[in-house]
Structure formats: structure tokens, C-alpha cells
């Protein structure tokens, strides 16, 4: 038996709660496209001050983390040695009572220290055997002294905060954002607009468009330990293109995307459109599975320079008509036919004709795609 892939039902999913919006009596009245929001939130209760640099970053964000300042813990792994002496070198963790074993000392505490506390310590212990020793303890290995890179960079890992490191110089580390290949074109995995920095069990207002895409420096703070780095993926949708177009296609959608860019095919991410297509109304259907907005668009005035170009979001169904037409909302149900013909066919187009636009399916109290009752 076969099953609908997970594509599949997030089209069928998609087309289900476009239809049960034409079902209701009213209809939202086509509006301009916003542009999108920035979706960077705070925590609640965590307000944060804004700084003279024009951010809702405090001041102490911008100062250089000092790795001196970081205090051991137990796991941590360090290399002591006594200077001149190479028989002393010694790799050893702190042990889970907090304790660092060297040589025939006892235990001495090292959680909760500094490296040269600890060093002192040990000089301290071993004047009996050595004249005037100089003792140096070389951390190896964090436990807790780390960031976590994850998502759309290409080397996702945990990485030790061995010196002061900037947001930006930390994607550098993990080998910047992510590149692939998307029906034979390069494209950025990453949607930067999602991504975000955790600290303390707090998302942070940083505004990874405006650091890498505009070279922001007012959002480069510096990293802290245990900060978690998280690049989302922009492919987790896509956008449709269909109508008087050249080729009926469903694009990746990535950061940035304009219906210019789109339709008109000057990207490689574009189609281009037919002469008879009616670019003074072409339709986006957008929103939330369940509640659709239906979005009418002048294209024409765009590409005349007389209006904004306008961004489109994952998982937007971009029409180009053939044709004028009066209400957008009659013209939308054709769309979502033809989408599912022409996106989930084996999956979705028999199912969808015969549930949401079949006139004699009908039954006494059901609503029709037109708002009322059976016929």
C-alpha cells in the first residue's frame, strides 16, 4: 500500500484550509504584500536597554569575553608541568569531587578556580621537592567553556571559547553559512531571518540579516560560554509559481526572494512570463494553512518603477493570470485546483477535486466552496 510522503500531506493540508476559507460568507479583501517582519523575539520578562549603538543589546554584550576570567569546573581536562622538568608533564581532569590529582600531592580543589590559582597551589605543595618550582597548568580540554554551532553552517559542532570571539568571527568558525544545490542552482540553506543565539536559556534580539547580509557591526557582540548558535534552514517550504508563465514550478524559497525576482525570471530562481500574462493582477495566496489571505498584486506598476517591489514568504502560491478577472476569491479556487494538479498529482488531485469541488458530493447540511448549503 502506498502511503503520501510528508510533501504530500503538508499540500493536501495546505490546499484543505484554502478551501474551507472560500467556504466561508465573507471574503478578506486583497491587500498589499508586508514586507516581512522581523520575527527576532525576547524572552518574556526580558527587557534589555537600549544602547548609543541604536540596538536592544546592552553595552556589556560588546565587551571581549577574557578566557583568564573562566573558572574551572569538574571534566575540564589540563596539562601541568614543572618548568624544566620534563618527567613532570602530566595531562589530567578535574575530578568528579572537583579535585585535581598531580603527582603525589592530595587532592587539590580546582573547581570553581582559575588555572593560576591552581598552579600557585600546586608550587606550593611540591617547595619540598623542588627549589623554587614554576609550576604552569594549561587547559586542554572545556566542559563548560564552549559554544554550540547548529543548523545551516557547514561544520555544525561544540566549539571550545579558547579566546574573545564575535558572533560573526564564530560563524567563520564553523565554517560559515551552508550552500546547496537546488535543482541545478547554488543556493543559501540558511534563512537568516529564523536564526537566532541562545544564552542562559534566553533568545538574544541579534539580527543576523542585518550582521551579515548590511555588515552590521551593531549586532557582532562577543560570545559567552554555553552560548548556542542556531542558523535555521530557509528550505523548510518552498514557493509555487503557476499560470502564464514558461514553466509551472515550485521554487526553494531563500531570504530575500521578490515577485520581481521571481516571475519575471531575473534570477536563476525565476520562470519568466508569457506576453499574454495580466501582470496588473497577479495573485499570491499566502497565511496560515487554515486562514488564507488571497493578495492581489500590480506587478506591471512594479516593473515600471512606480510602486515597491515586494518580498514573498515560504510556502506563498504566486498565480500569473491569462486572463482579467473580477473577484480574486473565484480565481483562487481555480489556483488551488490546478496546484494540486499540477504540484501533488498522484497524491492529492483526485482527492481534492472530488472533496472540495465536486457539485454532486454535497449533502444536506455540508457547505458548499460558494457558502451555503447543499444545493
Known amino acids: 500500500m502506498h502511503y503520501p510522503s510528508q510533501t504530500a500531506k503538508a499540500v493536501l493540508q495546505m490546499i484543505g484550509g484554502v478551501c474551507l476559507a472560500f467556504s466561508c460568507s465573507s471574503c478578506r479583501t486583497p491587500g498589499r504584500i508586508p514586507e516581512p517582519a522581523n520575527r527576532q523575539t525576547v524572552a518574556a520578562g526580558n527587557t534589555v536597554p537600549v544602547t548609543e549603538n541604536g540596538t536592544s543589546l546592552p553595552a556589556n554584550f560588546f565587551l571581549p569575553y577574557d578566557p583568564s576570567t573562566f573558572r574551572l569546573s569538574v571534566g575540564d581536562v589540563v596539562d601541568v608541568s614543572v618548568f624544566g622538568f ?45 627549589n623554587q618550582p614554576s609550576v604552569s597548568v594549561l ?83 562577543y560570545i559567552r560560554p554555553g552560548d548556542i548558535l542556531y542558523i535555521a534552514s530557509g528550505l523548510g517550504q518552498e514557493i509555487y509559481l503557476m499560470g502564464a508563465v514558461s514553466e509551472q514550478k515550485t521554487t526553494a524559497y531563500t531570504d530575500g526572494l521578490t515577485l520581481v525576482q521571481l516571475v519575471s525570471g531575473s534570477s536563476d530562481r525565476g520562470g519568466g512570463y508569457l506576453p499574454d500574462a495580466q501582470l496588473s493582477q497577479v495573485l499570491i495566496l499566502r497565511g496560515a494553512l487554515n486562514d488564507p489571505h488571497t493578495i492581489e498584486v500590480n506587478l506591471a506598476r512594479i516593473l515600471e518603477g512606480r510602486e515597491p517591489d515586494v518580498f514573498l514568504l515560504a510556502g506563498d502560491i504566486v498565480y500569473v493570470p491569462e486572463e482579467p478577472y473580477r473577484f480574486a476569491r473565484d480565481l483562487a479556487r481555480r489556483v488551488v485546483l490546478t496546484f494540486a494538479r499540477t504540484f501533488a498529482a498522484e497524491y492529492g488531485a483526485t482527492l481534492v477535486q472530488e472533496t472540495f469541488f465536486s457539485e454532486t458530493s454535497t449533502t444536506s447540511g455540508t457547505s458548499t466552496p460558494g457558502g451555503s448549503t447543499g444545493e
Do not use: C
Open 86 to 130: 620534563n618527567d613532570t608533564v602530566a595531562v589530567t581532569p578535574i575530578a568528579p569531587d572537583g579535585k585535581l590529582y598531580y603527582l603525589f600531592l592530595k587532592g587539590i580543589q580546582a573547581a570553581g578556580r582559575t588555572p593560576d590559582e591552581i598552579a600557585r597551589d600546586i608550587e606550593r605543595g611540591l617547595s619540598h621537592m623542588f
Open 139 to 221: 587547559p586542554q580540554h572545556f566542559a563548560r567553556n564552549r559554544f554550540l554551532a547548529l543548523g545551516k553552517v557547514v561544520n555544525p559542532n561544540t566549539y571550545p571559547l579558547e579566546s574573545s570571539l564575535t558572533l560573526r568571527q564564530a560563524l567563520a568558525r564553523a565554517g560559515g553559512l551552508a550552500q546547496g544545490i537546488y535543482r541545478g542552482s547554488t543556493i543559501q540553506l540558511a534563512s537568516l531571518k529564523d536564526s537566532y543565539l541562545i544564552r542562559d536559556g534566553k533568545r538574544l534580539p541579534v539580527n543576523f540579516e542585518a550582521l551579515v547580509n548590511r555588515n552590521d557591526s551593531s549586532h557582532d557582540i
